[in-house]
Each structure stands twice: as C-alpha cells, then as structure tokens.
C-alpha cells in the first residue's frame, strides 16, 4: 500500500537494506538526516552509510555560540531490521513508512570544531574530546520528492552519468528498487552535550538513496531544501559535468499536501568564498510563475578535497574550509525568505 506521501513507493521501501543488493553488488545506501531549531540555534546532520548489512557514518552537532561536535566516522553496526538501522552509536527506528521516523545518537564521542575553525581551516586534531546524545522524533510535513519524477529532463538525466552520481540508479540502468527521495520535516526532542541537557523544537529534512555512486565526470552540486511556518517549502538538485553543462536539473515547491514541479533558472555558484553573504534561488512554476527565493547559510562545516571521493592526506586540513581544494563541499544550515516569510533548512553545494 502506497499514500500520498510515499511518492508511489511501498512502506518496505523506505527502509534499509539488510544485506547485499541482489543485482548489482556495488549498490549502497544513504539516510542523511537534517534538523535545525532557529530560536535556540541547535542543528544536527546525521550521514550514515549502509551496504552489504552494514551500516557506518557519522554527524554533526551545531551549537549555540559558534561551536560543533563532529564524529566523522561511527562504528558500524549490523542492520538485521531494515526499519531499524544502526551504528555503534547512532540509530533509526522507522514508527510510520514516509510518515515518522526516531532518531537516536546514545554518547557518540566526538571532536570540537567552530564555526571559525571550519570557515578559515583550522582542524588540526580530531580526537574525541566530548560526547553527546540526541534523541529526535520526525514528522514528515510534505510529500516525498522522488528525484527524477516530476520533469521529464530529469527523467532522462537519471538515466544518463547523473544517476550514478546521486546514487540513484544501479551500474546497469534504472532499477525499481533504486532511487534517492527528500522529504522535509519537523522535528523534536532532546539534545544532551556534556552536563547539558537542552530542548530541541525545527525542521529539517530526511533523504534516502539506494543505487551504485560512480563520480567520474561530475563537477559540482547544489542540493538545498527549506521549510516555512506556513507549510510550505522547497527542494532543489542541480548535477553539473565538467564540460559546465547541467546533466540533472530538477526542483519542486509544497503546500505541504502536495509537490508541485518547478524549474531552476538561478542557484548560487559561490560556496567558495569565505564570506559568501546572501544568495538567490530562482524557480519557475506553472500554476505560480516566478519564485524568488533569498538564502544564506548561517551554520556550515566543509569537506575539502584534492578530487571527488578522495578527502585524503596531503591536502591539511582536510575536514574544513580550504581555498585551494580541488573539491570543496559545504554543507550548511541555511536561512530562507520567500515573499517576506523566513524559513530553515539546509544547503549543500560543491565543486
């Protein structure tokens, strides 16, 4: 049984596998995990890895005052539940199929970073110096937005080198069981840091990708997402090759209820800079027409790379803001505005 919020996937697919993909051995997974509270400036991005029954990963804690907890890499855990999935010290546990869903971190320890120290590079160590545990519930607050369905160009740029780099496809073609779906969300609970322990009350956004992750070719990214106290929201994923043409392009905006398809005609290409300020999101509807959208990203950490999939020694520091990085992703807490209403979400971009 699939509803109006599942994209027409079945309840099964929004778990994790439990252990290899049958037709393709390179398939794996991911469950990033956004949340940001505005008013106490608390946000959290969980980023596990699953494949072959295992799961791995790592998170971010963003704290008042400028400072983040980071463990890049957990402990894996085995996944005997597929509605249940964890690390040494990071869980999920799915209560409704694209409806609920719990999250758990229980003490992971973890290093201590800045705001400052991610912007200007400086990480010089990452041994763990704190620990710190959340407990989340999610409630989706719009339809699942199954990357590739809502425009026909992005159908076919799934189709083509992009679906390998969103992950949402096997290394033979398209496959019912692949794919990579956003949902945005509210968000509670508790978050303890130390002897602290604080309450926790935003938004923020699930994401789910099953498929086989080829990099080759691919020169940057922009995913961004954001949810408003009307309800409504948005997503954007734009795909660039290294020829500079955009090989996956595709965007939608909700009422909360329902998805409708929009077109990309501005994103911000300036991650780069170190004092980036305020950008523009541009989008085109049908039943809308333009929508203007003023962003800026208030929280960030960064992965700086010589090349893609290859954060590795040579290049210090690795895990923060390096001009010079042949990669630089930045993933960020972003602000939003669209029509005088302010809402959160998050912003990654890279290349």
Not at 108 to 133: I, K, M, R, W, Y
């Amino acid at each position: 049984m699939t509803d109006a919020f599942s994209a027409g996937l079945v309840p099964e697919q929004d778990y994790a596998l439990t252990g290899p993909f049958p037709d393709d051995p390179g398939v794996a997974e991911t469950m990033n995990f956004w949340a940001y509270d505005a008013e106490r400036d608390i946000g959290l991005n969980l980023h596990p890895q699953i494949k072959d029954g295992a799961m791995a990963g790592g998170a971010t804690l963003f704290l008042p005052g400028g400072k983040i907890l980071r463990r890049r890499h957990d402990d894996p855990g085995r996944v005997t539940d597929g509605a249940a999935p964890s690390s040494a010290h990071i869980s999920y546990r799915c209560i409704e199929p694209f409806h609920r869903w719990a999250y758990t971190v229980d003490n992971l320890p973890a290093f201590a970073t800045s705001d400052s120290d991610q912007a200007h590079g400086n990480v010089a160590d990452e041994a763990p110096v704190t620990a710190f545990s959340v407990d989340f519930e999610s409630e989706c607050a719009a339809p699942a937005w199954c990357n590739g369905t809502l425009t026909t160009e992005a159908r076919h740029g799934m189709e083509g080198p992009a679906g390998l780099w969103i992950a949402a496809r096997t290394s033979k073609g398209m496959h019912p069981d692949c794919f990579r779906y956003d949902q945005l969300v509210r968000v509670t609970g508790k978050v303890r840091a130390g002897d602290e322990v604080m309450d926790f009350n935003g938004v923020g956004l699930r994401c789910h990708v099953r498929g086989s992750r080829d990099l080759n070719g691919m020169a940057g990214t922009c995913w961004m997402s954001g949810l408003f106290p009307s309800g409504r929201g948005f997503g954007v994923l734009v795909n660039i090759g290294d020829d500079g043409r955009y090989l996956f392009s595709e965007a939608h905006i909700t009422d909360g209820k329902h998805l409708e398809p929009a077109r990309i005609l501005q994103f911000p290409r300036t991650h780069r800079d170190l004092n980036e300020g305020k950008y523009w999101l541009q989008l085109a509807t049908d039943a809308h027409g333009m929508i203007d959208i003023e962003g800026e990203d208030i929280r960030a950490f960064y992965w700086s790379m010589p090349e893609w999939g290859a954060p590795a020694a040579g290049m210090p520091p690795v895990y923060a803001r390096d001009g010079n990085a042949g990669v630089l992703m930045k993933q960020a807490i972003a602000r939003y505005v669209w029509d005088g209403e302010i809402g959160y979400g998050h912003d990654e971009r890279s290349g």
